[in-house]
């Protein structure tokens, strides 16, 4: 996962001149949080609950059923964020020093996730309930977990390739190590094809990189979903479009309805969900790439919004502007980390209760969801915070 990470290196300014004030991007926070929380109630509905829902309920289990396209939604807003202080240099400027730029990924993103596999595996090994197994949830997923093979490949950030191991010891995982490698490409091949072929380019390369491994490794590539490179790249457009000067990004920027293009490609992307969702579903290259590009286009408005000063507002950027929902978004990271295993305890907390399925899934859902901010917050105090601000 995971944009929610992800803070731009520094806040940009609008793309004007250098006396004018900075542009605030709260929205940014704002839309982290709100894939975040839907990766929560995705998975305590879809991932603990949801299995027995009739009647009524299996509404809760349909609204509830793409936690996936939150991580796509996280992926654009890493490319965006990486993407904004590129965006704003002169085009030979175009450039980032890989050992710079990876120490700080690393010193932002990793310490929290290690520190969250430590917590899993002590879990895993400590709590009884936990590795059972057969429980019929999602947690079952996590196991065994305490394997040689599991731990190994989490701790080198390449599990996200072994269909058998990526979801083990904490599922959410898998996404950290697709954004850690996607982290690579980024200076060492996507602004030097940026610099020398533009955006365009760029975007074609990542395509052909993106999708060439479902043709020789198709397992693997549908664990590790390398088409995210494609929607990084998106994200990095989207940056580029709401702040380059350069005649390609400034015309789009200017000329595109991006408002009106983002409703109706969110649009597309809620009827073609709900309405056909096994199509949707079975078709993740596709729909993943959609998904992407409604988020690209809902970022350049969102900017647009930003720098009208006032003329231009949507009641989107003033939701996703709010306080409270950019205080969930600082924290968004450490929640998405830490869910599943508080969710899980909470699930075998209220198996006593001998609950209906409906009850039981509102029970879990609220009582797992404020357990999983407390805890949250917690952590990104303990462990995220201090990394934030990391030179």
């Not at 993740?284 to 959609?290: C, I, R, S």
């Amino acid at each position: 996962m995971t944009a929610a990470a992800n803070m731009p290196e520094p806040s940009p300014p609008a793309p004007k001149p250098a006396t004018e004030p900075r542009l605030r991007l709260a929205y940014l926070d704002g839309l982290r949080a709100l894939a975040a929380c839907y990766v929560v109630v995705f998975h305590s509905v879809l991932g603990f609950s949801g299995s027995d829902l009739s009647g009524p309920w299996r509404l809760l289990r349909r609204l509830s059923a793409f936690g996936h396209e939150s991580v796509a939604i996280f992926i654009v807003l890493s490319g965006y964020c990486l993407m904004l202080p590129v965006a704003r240099a002169r085009p030979e400027q175009h450039t980032v020093a890989l050992g710079r730029f990876i120490s700080r990924r690393a010193r932002r993103i990793l310490p929290p996730y290690f520190v969250t596999l430590l917590a899993s595996l002590v879990l895993l090994a400590t709590v009884p309930a936990l590795k059972a197994g057969a429980s019929g949830t999602i947690w079952d997923d996590s196991l065994p977990g305490l394997e040689l093979g599991p731990i190994l490949s989490h701790v080198l950030l390449i599990h996200n390739w072994v269909p058998s191991w990526s979801v083990q010891i904490n599922g959410p995982l898998w996404s950290v190590a697709s954004e850690w490698q996607i982290y690579f490409f980024f200076p060492l091949l996507l602004l030097p094809v940026w610099r020398r072929f533009g955006m365009l380019g760029t975007v074609l390369v990542a395509a052909v990189l993106g999708y060439a491994p479902l043709l020789f490794a198709p397992g693997p590539a549908k664990s590790a979903i390398p088409w995210y490179l494609l929607l990084f790249t998106f994200g990095m457009a989207a940056a580029a479009i709401g702040f380059s000067e350069q005649s390609l990004a400034a015309g789009l920027r200017q000329r595109v309805a991006w408002r009106y293009l983002s409703a109706g490609l969110w649009g597309f992307c809620v009827t073609f969900g709900l309405g056909l969702g096994k199509i949707w579903f079975a078709y993740k290259p596709v729909t993943d790439v959609l998904v992407g590009l409604a988020t690209a286009c809902l970022l350049v408005h969102l900017t647009a919004c930003a720098a009208s000063a006032g003329k231009t507002r949507s009641r989107l950027f003033e939701l996703l502007s709010a306080k409270p929902l950019v205080a969930v978004g600082h924290f968004s990271y450490s929640l998405y980390l830490t869910h599943l295993p508080v969710m899980a305890l909470c699930y075998f907390a209220l198996l006593p209760l001998h609950l209906a399925p409906g009850p039981f899934a509102l029970a879990l859902l609220s009582i797992s969801g404020v357990a999983s901010l407390a805890v949250a917050y917690a952590f990104h105090l303990a462990f995220e915070r201090p990394f934030m601000q990391s030179k």
